[in-house]
C-alpha cells in the first residue's frame, strides 16, 4: 500500500466537522482505493486458493493479526462478543478470531470475489458458521449495528487511498463506525498509511483513546518511525 505518511500538523475538529480539517487532506490517491482493484486481486486469489489452496495475501503478516488478538485476550473480550472485520478480504483475521474461540463473527467486504473467496476459506477450515457478507461499508444503509469490536486492517488504507472520494469516504467512515459499534465498543484498526497522531485526530470525536499495540520500528535518517501502526479505541457519546 502507498505510504503517503505526513506530519501531523494538528487539527481539533476533524471527522465531524463541514469542512473536513484533518491533516490528511493532502494525500496520495491511488488504484489500491478502487472497487476494481480489489476485485480482480481477489479473483486471482480465489483461482489460486481452487487451484493449490493458497489464502493469499495475509496484510501486515501474521503478527498484525497476532497482536490484536493477544491484546483482545488481555481484555477479556467475551468470546460471545460481536466481531466485525471491516473489509475482511480472504478472511484470514475470522478464521484467526474462530481459532481463539470467538463464536460471533462477520466479515464484509464490498469486493463479491472477497466474500466468495473468504467464505471458501471458512469452509475449507470448517467454520460454516461466520458471517461474510457483500456490504459497502461507505454505503451501508445502517444495516451495520451492535457490535462489540470492529477490526479494520488496511481497508480504511484502501478507503483513504479511493482517486473519486477519499475525503468524504473517510468522513463517511467514521459516521458508519460510530453506527457500527456498541457504546463501548472497541475499535482495533491497523493502518500502514497513517500515522498514530493522524489515526487520533480522525478518530478524536466519538472515540476515546485506549492503547497503541506495539509494532516493529526502523531507523531512518536519525529517526525512528514505523511502518504500521496499530491502535486501539472505544466508543463513547
Ligand atoms: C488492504 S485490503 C485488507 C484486507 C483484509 N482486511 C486483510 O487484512 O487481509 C483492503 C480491503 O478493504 C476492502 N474494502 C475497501 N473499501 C471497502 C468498502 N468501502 N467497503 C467494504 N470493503 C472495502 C477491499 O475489498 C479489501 O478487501
Request: proline letters at 2%; aromatic letters at 10%; one cysteine or more.
Given at each position: 500500500?502507498?505510504?503517503?505518511?505526513?506530519?501531523?500538523?494538528?487539527?481539533?475538529?476533524?471527522?465531524?466537522?463541514?469542512?473536513?480539517?484533518?491533516?490528511?487532506?493532502?494525500?496520495?490517491?491511488?488504484?489500491?482505493?478502487?472497487k476494481e482493484?480489489?476485485?480482480?486481486?481477489?479473483?486471482?486469489?480465489?483461482?489460486?486458493?481452487?487451484?493449490?489452496?493458497d489464502?493469499?495475501?495475509?496484510?501486515?503478516?501474521?503478527?498484525?493479526?497476532?497482536?490484536?488478538?493477544?491484546?483482545?485476550?488481555?481484555?477479556?473480550?467475551?468470546?460471545?462478543?460481536?466481531?466485525?472485520?471491516?473489509?475482511?478480504?480472504?478472511?484470514?483475521?475470522?478464521?484467526?478470531?474462530?481459532?481463539?474461540?470467538?463464536?460471533?463473527?462477520?466479515?464484509?467486504?464490498?469486493?463479491?470475489?472477497?466474500?466468495?473467496?473468504?467464505?471458501?476459506?471458512?469452509?475449507?477450515?470448517?467454520?460454516?458458521?461466520?458471517?461474510?457478507?457483500?456490504?459497502?461499508?461507505?454505503?451501508?444503509?445502517?444495516?451495520?449495528?451492535?457490535?462489540?469490536?470492529?477490526?479494520d486492517?488496511g481497508?480504511?488504507?484502501?478507503?483513504?487511498?479511493?482517486?473519486?472520494?477519499?475525503?468524504?469516504?473517510?468522513?463517511?467512515?467514521?459516521?458508519?463506525?460510530?453506527?457500527?459499534?456498541?457504546?463501548?465498543?472497541?475499535?482495533?484498526?491497523?493502518?500502514?498509511?497513517?500515522?498514530?497522531?493522524?489515526?487520533?485526530?480522525?478518530?478524536?470525536?466519538?472515540?476515546?483513546?485506549?492503547?497503541?499495540?506495539?509494532?516493529?520500528?526502523?531507523?531512518?535518517?536519525?529517526?525512528?518511525?514505523?511502518?504500521?501502526?496499530?491502535?486501539?479505541?472505544?466508543?463513547?457519546?
Open positions: 500500500m502507498a505510504d503517503a505518511r505526513r506530519d501531523s500538523r494538528g487539527c481539533g475538529n476533524c471527522s465531524d466537522s463541514e469542512e473536513d480539517k484533518c491533516s490528511d487532506d493532502d494525500f496520495e490517491t491511488s488504484k489500491l482505493g478502487t482493484y480489489w476485485e480482480e486481486a481477489y479473483q486471482k486469489e480465489l483461482e489460486s486458493f481452487k487451484d493449490i489452496g489464502v493469499g495475501e495475509i496484510w501486515f503478516g501474521e503478527e498484525s493479526m497476532n497482536r490484536v488478538l493477544r491484546w483482545m485476550q488481555k481484555a477479556k473480550i467475551p468470546e460471545d462478543a460481536a466481531i466485525l472485520d471491516i473489509g475482511t478480504g480472504n478472511g484470514a483475521f475470522l478464521v484467526e478470531l474462530a481459532k481463539h474461540g470467538y463464536r460471533n463473527l462477520t466479515g464484509i467486504d464490498y469486493s463479491p470475489a472477497s466474500v466468495e473467496l473468504a467464505r471458501n476459506v471458512l469452509q475449507a477450515e470448517g467454520l460454516s458458521d461466520v458471517t461474510v457478507k457483500e456490504t459497502d461499508f461507505l454505503n451501508c444503509g445502517g444495516e451495520l449495528a451492535g457490535f462489540d469490536v470492529c477490526i486492517k481497508t480504511f488504507d484502501a478507503i483513504s487511498l479511493n482517486p473519486d472520494n477519499n475525503k468524504e469516504g473517510k468522513k463517511l467512515y467514521v459516521h458508519t463506525l460510530k453506527d457500527a459499534l456498541k457504546d463501548s465498543g472497541i475499535f482495533a484498526i491497523t493502518s500502514c498509511n497513517w500515522t498514530k497522531e493522524q489515526l487520533l485526530e480522525r478518530f478524536c470525536e466519538g472515540f476515546e483513546f485506549v492503547q497503541e499495540l506495539p509494532t516493529p520500528s526502523f531507523q531512518f535518517g536519525g529517526k525512528t518511525g514505523n511502518s504500521v501502526a496499530a491502535l486501539i479505541f472505544k466508543r463513547v457519546h
